[in-house]
């Protein structure tokens, strides 16, 4: 890890905020790299999403890991996780993998009203 980089303990999240979601935290003179303490049993990403004052109808992307997943994806500690906007430029969207994960849902992946169809 770089010098950058914050330091990670057991019960944290390493987090990155890209794109058109970064001036959302740099103007509140936010970091837009930081570790987040998590609960022992995780988070949604689009509940830690909103804890940064991020908002989840804006994430087409989280990264966790190095593998992208639509935002109501499961978050652990000790996870590496990144937060990807709508507004990335059509060839990466395809090539990362987000135009997919776009299309996944937070209330589905919480269990919520359209998770059981």
Same mark, same amino acid.
Request: net charge negative.
């Given at each position: 890890m770089?010098? /950058? #980089? =914050? %330091?990670v303990s057991a019960s944290t @999240?390493?987090?990155r905020i890209f794109g058109s979601l970064r001036p959302l935290r740099t103007a509140r003179g936010l970091p837009?790299?930081? #570790?987040?303490? @998590?609960?022992?049993g995780g988070i949604a990403a689009c509940d830690l999403a909103v804890s940064l004052?991020?908002? =989840?109808? %804006?994430?087409?992307?989280? $990264? @966790?890991n190095h593998v992208v997943h639509g935002?109501? @994806?499961h978050? #652990? =500690?000790? /996870?590496r996780v990144a $937060?990807? =906007? $709508? /507004?990335t430029p059509g060839p990466h969207r395809v090539f990362l993998g987000l135009y997919d994960?776009? %299309?996944e849902e937070c209330d589905a992946a919480q269990g919520g009203p359209d998770a059981n169809g």
């Open positions: 770089g010098t /950058d #980089s =914050p %330091r @999240v390493t987090v837009h790299t930081l #570790s987040v303490e @998590v609960p022992q004052g991020l908002p =989840p109808a %804006r994430i087409e992307g989280v $990264f @966790v935002n109501g @994806v978050v #652990s =500690p000790g /996870d $937060f990807v =906007p $709508f /507004d994960a776009g %299309r």
